[in-house]
C-alpha cells in the first residue's frame, strides 16, 4: 500500500489550494479514504472522510463549507479541495486508509500566511 500527498504549498489567507492523494498496492474503489492533519505541537485531527464510492462525505466542524472531499477511482486518487483558507488551517495535511491496519501517506505541508 502506498499513498502519496501533494499539491501543499504557501498560500495567503482566503485562498484556496488542492491536495491530492494517489493510491496503489491494493483495490482503491473499495476502500474509504480519509485526509487528516496535523499543526505544530497539536495532535493529527481528522479533517474529512469519503466512502469507497464518494457517495457520502463528512467533514470536521472547523473545515464545513470550506473544503471538499472527493475522488475519482478511475484515476486511484483522492482530493481535498480547500477554500478561504485560514491560518488555522495550517498543517501537515495526510492521506489515510485503513485496510486491516492504518495506513499513512508522508504528508504534504500547507502555510498559510501573509
Known amino acids: 500500500v502506498q499513498l502519496v500527498e ?6 495567503q489567507p ?4 488542492r491536495l ?10 473499495t476502500f474509504a479514504m480519509s485526509w487528516y492533519r496535523q499543526a505544530p505541537g497539536k495532535e ?11 457517495g457520502n462525505t463528512n467533514y470536521a466542524d472547523s473545515v464545513k463549507g470550506r473544503f ?5 477511482n478511475a484515476k486511484n486518487t483522492v482530493y481535498l479541495q480547500m477554500n478561504s483558507l485560514k491560518p ?16 499513512w501517506g508522508q504528508g504534504t505541508q500547507v502555510t498559510v500566511s501573509s
Open 6 to 11: 501533494s499539491g501543499g504549498g504557501l498560500v
Open 68 to 72: 471538499t472531499i472527493s475522488r475519482d
Open 14 to 17: 482566503g485562498g484556496s489550494l
Open 88 to 103: 488555522e488551517d495550517t498543517a501537515v495535511y495526510y492521506c489515510q486508509t485503513r485496510i486491516y491496519r492504518i495506513y
Open 20 to 29: 491530492s492523494c494517489a493510491a496503489s498496492g491494493f483495490a482503491f474503489s
Open 44 to 54: 493529527r485531527e481528522l479533517v474529512a472522510t469519503i466512502t469507497s464510492a464518494g
